[in-house]
Nanobody, 117 residues
């Protein structure tokens, strides 16, 4: 069974930065497009960034475009999310998973990001 372990969250002031990491225990990680999702209290989980298997193509939700950067290291089975210029509305639990919702693995525990105003 594939395991996803997210880390790097925390409490930060508005305008600050965080870098999230996600290690994937999947031997075929390098052929899968990956994504970062987030879920705020009382809201549905939303996809905020995706990256192709080689890392050559990335896409972002409008709400994070220009502030977040997704990247990956296939040698380490790890996907990253660099978050800059954080806003209180970015507060959520962040998860990584397959970029295609219908192909997602079992969800990890996520990592909490809290942005104070």
């Amino acid at each position: 069974q594939v395991q996803l372990v997210e880390s790097g969250g925390g409490l930060v002031q508005a305008g600050g930065s965080l870098r999230l990491s996600c290690v994937v225990s999947d031997s075929i990680f390098s052929i899968n497009a990956m994504g970062w999702y987030r879920q705020a209290p009382g809201r549905q989980r939303e996809l905020v960034a995706t990256i192709s298997s080689t890392g050559s193509t990335t896409n972002y939700a409008d709400s994070v475009k220009g502030r977040f950067t997704i990247s990956r290291d296939n040698a380490k089975n790890t996907v990253y999310l660099q978050m800059n210029s954080l806003k209180p509305e970015d507060t959520a639990v962040y998860y990584c998973n397959h970029a295609i919702r219908t192909m997602t693995y079992a969800w990890g525990q996520g990592t909490q990001v809290t942005v104070s105003s």
